[in-house]
């Protein structure tokens, strides 16, 4: 059943800085995405992730296609945290350092 875990994981034991523990679910989803695309509303970002596939336009002529699948929705706020740590995590990756967030 989608969004409960029968028998989820144990958390990590580490509560550092007040915040909750982690746990990943045994049903995890993993998509890969090669496009996405924001959209918002007055309370919340919708973050769409997609992949390029063959298609054809209205002249009958091949071209790739963005074909969005999968939807995240979270408040500004977690957007904002979002935003932050993504540009943390690609400098990081530029510079050659590795970090486990």
């Known amino acids: 059943m989608k ?6 994981p144990k958390p990590a ?5 007040g915040r909750p523990a982690r746990a990943m679910s045994r049903q995890m989803a993993v998509h890969y995405a090669s496009c996405a695309m924001v959209a918002t509303s007055p ?3 919708s ?10 336009d209205d002249k009958g002529e091949q071209k790739l296609v963005e074909l969005y699948e999968t939807q995240v ?4 706020d ?3 945290d979002l935003a932050r740590i993504l540009t943390q995590t690609v400098s ?8 486990a967030t």
Not at 3 to 8: E, K
Not at 47 to 56: M, S
Request: proline content about 8%; hydrophobic content about 30%; glycine content about 10%.
């Open 47 to 56: 973050l769409f992730f997609g992949r390029y596939v063959p298609g054809t």
């Open 73 to 76: 929705y979270m408040t500004v």
């Open 3 to 8: 969004g409960n875990d029968p028998d989820p």
């Open 78 to 80: 977690q957007a904002e």
């Open 13 to 17: 034991e580490d509560q550092s800085a």
């Open 43 to 45: 309370r919340d970002v």
């Open 92 to 99: 990081m990756f530029k510079s050659g350092k590795k970090s």
